[in-house]
């Protein structure tokens, strides 16, 4: 007779297990697993312990290293007052940053901005805060390294300068560059020092653009216009100028050269009697000057470096043991996250032998700038 299974086969169910055959014993609980989530358990309890520690550390440290002992902290949206070197009296010696090319990058004020020290809105929040209180100041410094800048932003900046009380003395240092609109700032001071190798002067203005027509006929590109008159797209490079823009362009450009010889001759009139004194003299025709050159030309009165313009701020205004501050408009916290600042996508950036990154250079205005050999330069 044939074996008889206990389960059919379409129950599908496995066989009984072998009632000889012991069943295994229950899993036991794995030690190392036990101690590392006891390690981690622990880890997360000290890291959450110490990090607020670390954190309150660093805020202390930090504001220790930004604000060191008798300085001036920042008023968030206002102007930050560096000691820069102690002195004794009841004013100081203000000194401004001009550096790079100087144009209007930030839109409003805030704690944690990124402005240069080309920003012409932070220039002259720094010369407001000195107008609205010239008791507190016995001179000013401008510290200058600049190829200049643009045209109105310059103009605001001088403008601004020539607002100051005029019993308040200033004087401009120029140390590798104080071109252009540089210039055009500086020669509204009471006294400029230059270094002799130094390059200044460089009057003039420049508009760039780019045709690309011929690279569109090349891909077989056809711009299509409408246009409300005939010069609405003027600087246009996907086509030629006419030349009734042309013209027009360069009566611009001519106005601005103009007011620039008026403004350094109202600066240095014992050089430069009239703006066309200055048209003439070799500066005129836009080129650079050595320092040493410049002083011959009378555009400076002394070569020299910071510590001689130092020296020449405290004669001038009669504050021998004066402190110096500088007025950056910015806040020192600031100028740790400058750096992490993008730039505008689409724009161009220009890059200055000596001189950190100036940025974007807005298309369609006119600069009072000296241009760099190799680079090229679409305002």
Same mark, same amino acid.
């Given at each position: 007779?044939?074996?008889?299974?206990?389960?059919?086969?379409?129950?599908?169910?496995?066989?009984?297990?072998?009632?000889?055959?012991?069943?295994? $014993? #229950?899993?036991?609980?794995?030690?190392? %697993? *036990?101690?590392?989530?006891?390690? &981690?358990?622990?880890?997360?309890?000290?890291?959450?312990?110490?990090?607020?520690?670390?954190?309150?550390?660093?805020?202390? =440290?930090?504001?220790?290293?930004?604000?060191?002992?008798?300085?001036?902290?920042? +008023?968030?949206?206002?102007?930050?007052?560096?000691?820069?070197? $102690?002195?004794?009296?009841?004013?100081?010696?203000? +000194?401004?940053?001009?550096?790079?090319?100087?144009?209007?990058?930030?839109?409003?004020?805030?704690?944690?901005?990124?402005?240069?020290?080309?920003?012409?809105?932070?220039?002259?929040?720094?010369?407001?805060?000195?107008?609205?209180?010239?008791?507190?100041? *016995?001179?000013?410094?401008?510290?200058?390294?600049?190829?200049?800048?643009?045209?109105?932003?310059?103009?605001?900046?001088?403008?601004?300068?020539?607002?100051?009380?005029?019993?308040?003395?200033?004087?401009?240092?120029?140390?590798?560059? &104080?071109?252009?609109?540089?210039?055009?700032?500086?020669?509204?001071?009471?006294?400029?020092?230059?270094?002799?190798?130094?390059?200044?002067?460089?009057?003039?203005?420049?508009?760039?653009?780019?045709?690309?027509?011929?690279?569109?006929?090349?891909?077989?590109? %056809?711009?299509?216009?409408?246009?409300?008159?005939?010069?609405?797209?003027?600087?246009?490079?996907?086509?030629? *100028?006419? #030349?009734?823009?042309?013209?027009?362009?360069?009566?611009?450009?001519?106005?601005?050269?103009?007011?620039?010889?008026?403004?350094?001759?109202?600066?240095?009139?014992?050089?430069? #009697?009239?703006?066309?004194?200055?048209?003439?003299?070799?500066?005129?025709?836009?080129?650079?000057?050595?320092?040493?050159?410049?002083?011959?030309?009378?555009?400076?009165?002394?070569?020299?470096?910071?510590?001689?313009? =130092?020296?020449?701020?405290? %004669?001038?205004?009669?504050?021998?043991?004066?402190?110096?501050?500088?007025?950056? &408009?910015?806040?020192?916290?600031?100028?740790?996250?400058?750096?992490?600042?993008?730039?505008?996508?689409?724009?161009?950036?220009?890059?200055? #032998?000596?001189?950190?990154?100036?940025? *974007?250079?807005?298309?369609?205005?006119?600069?009072?700038?000296?241009?760099?050999?190799?680079?090229?330069?679409? $305002?």
């Amino acid at each position: 007779m044939p074996d008889t299974y206990p389960y059919s086969s379409s129950s599908q169910v496995p066989f009984p297990p072998d009632s000889s055959t012991p069943p295994p $014993p #229950p899993p036991k609980a794995s030690s190392g %697993k *036990a101690g590392s989530y006891f390690c &981690g358990c622990l880890c997360g309890c000290l890291f959450s312990l110490i990090l607020p520690s670390l954190l309150l550390t660093f805020c202390v =440290v930090s504001c220790a290293l930004l604000f060191p002992k008798g300085e001036t902290f920042p +008023v968030p949206g206002g102007d930050s007052q560096e000691v820069i070197r $102690p002195g004794a009296g009841d004013k100081a010696i203000a +000194v401004i940053p001009i550096q790079g090319v100087i144009g209007f990058y930030s839109q409003e004020s805030s704690f944690l901005d990124t402005s240069r020290s080309g920003d012409a809105s932070r220039i002259l929040q720094a010369l407001r805060r000195i107008q609205e209180s010239p008791e507190d100041y *016995a001179a000013v410094i401008l510290d200058m390294n600049t190829p200049g800048g643009e045209v109105v932003a310059s103009d605001m900046i001088r403008r601004q300068l020539d607002r100051l009380p005029p019993d308040l003395p200033v004087v401009t240092c120029i140390r590798s560059l &104080g071109a252009s609109g540089g210039y055009y700032i500086a020669s509204g001071s009471d006294w400029i020092v230059a270094n002799p190798m130094s390059l200044t002067g460089s009057v003039g203005v420049i508009l760039h653009s780019m045709e690309y027509r011929g690279l569109m006929d090349k891909l077989g590109l %056809k711009p299509v216009v409408y246009r409300s008159g005939e010069f609405k797209d003027i600087l246009s490079g996907s086509r030629e *100028a006419t #030349p009734q823009e042309q013209e027009y362009l360069t009566y611009m450009v001519r106005q601005d050269f103009q007011h620039f010889c008026q403004v350094v001759s109202q600066g240095r009139p014992s050089f430069f #009697p009239t703006p066309e004194d200055v048209e003439k003299s070799l500066a005129g025709d836009g080129r650079p000057l050595l320092g040493s050159d410049a002083l011959k030309l009378g555009m400076l009165d002394q070569l020299g470096d910071f510590e001689d313009a =130092v020296e020449e701020a405290r %004669k001038l205004g009669n504050c021998p043991n004066a402190p110096l501050v500088r007025l950056s &408009g910015r806040s020192r916290l600031s100028s740790l996250f400058s750096s992490l600042a993008p730039l505008p996508q689409g724009t161009l950036t220009v890059n200055l #032998p000596g001189l950190s990154p100036q940025g *974007a250079l807005p298309m369609g205005h006119r600069f009072y700038l000296l241009p760099q050999e190799g680079e090229t330069l679409i $305002p």
